[in-house]
């Protein structure tokens, strides 16, 4: 499995060629090299480091599960897991919006990135923060006229949960927290918080 943040390092994308058939690679979209969490920070609480914007808040660990228990099923039953998931090797801007227009968006409450400019208070603000990555909220404004309130938005986002139980990137024993995750950036995005 790998982060957004892998692609920007740019060690990630030899994972593309000549893989073995009995390998499966997964990127996960949007994500930084750690798990996001919630309250946003822009300080890094294990380096002092403070970023440009607020860290990613996306948090990965339910794909992982998921992703384990696929391999588990794999090596003692047999069972042969999903295709890998990765982003198409895309050399031009078109190819790109093209292929995002045709995965689509599940309900995103910002914008989602593996990588983060340092903050100008602790210099070279042009260079990336190690390992991190950043979320920016949409404007109150948007979320507002996308949902109506917390329970519109939970009401959209349930049935991409559960299509990722049935494709098996989400245990049906996490349902209830991956939602409850939701909740709580739905929470951060309506605070605004950058």
Same mark, same amino acid.
Request: proline share 6%; net charge negative; no cysteine.
């Given at each position: 499995?790998?982060t957004?943040?892998?692609?920007?390092?740019?060690?990630?994308?030899l =994972?593309?060629?000549d *893989?073995?058939p009995d390998? *499966?690679?997964?990127?996960?979209?949007?994500? $930084?090299?750690s798990?996001?969490e919630?309250p $946003?920070?822009?300080?890094?609480p294990d380096?002092?480091?403070r970023a440009?914007?607020g860290?990613n808040t996306?948090d990965?660990?339910?794909?992982? *599960?998921a992703?384990?228990?696929?391999?588990?099923a794999?090596v003692?039953d047999?069972t042969t897991?999903?295709?890998?998931?990765?982003p198409? $090797?895309?050399?031009?801007r078109?190819?790109?919006?093209?292929?995002?227009?045709?995965?689509g968006l599940?309900e995103p409450l910002?914008?989602?990135?593996?990588?983060n400019?340092r903050?100008?208070?602790?210099g070279?603000?042009h260079?990336?923060?190690?390992?991190r990555?950043?979320?920016?909220?949409?404007?109150?404004?948007?979320l507002e006229?996308?949902f109506?309130?917390l329970d519109?938005? =939970?009401?959209?986002?349930?049935?991409?949960?559960?299509?990722?139980i049935? $494709?098996g990137f989400v245990r049906?024993?996490?349902?209830r927290l991956? =939602?409850?995750d939701?909740?709580?950036?739905w929470g951060e995005?309506?605070?605004?918080?950058q």
């Open positions: 499995m790998n957004s943040t892998e692609y920007w390092r740019g060690d990630a994308d =994972l593309h060629a *893989r073995h390998v *499966r690679v997964h990127h996960v979209a949007g994500t $930084q090299h798990a996001g919630v $946003q920070t822009d300080v890094d380096f002092g480091g440009a914007h860290f996306v990965y660990r339910p794909v992982l *599960r992703l384990l228990d696929q391999l588990v794999w003692e047999g897991p999903p295709p890998s998931v990765l198409p $090797q895309l050399t031009t078109a190819q790109a919006l093209t292929a995002g227009a045709a995965v599940a910002g914008v989602h990135a593996g990588w400019r903050h100008p208070d602790i070279a603000d260079e990336r923060i190690v390992l990555g950043m979320t920016v909220w949409f404007p109150t404004s948007l006229d996308r109506d309130d519109g938005y =939970l009401a959209r986002v349930e049935p991409v949960v559960d299509d990722l049935a $494709q049906a024993a996490d349902r991956v =939602l409850d939701d909740a709580a950036r995005a309506a605070l605004g918080r």
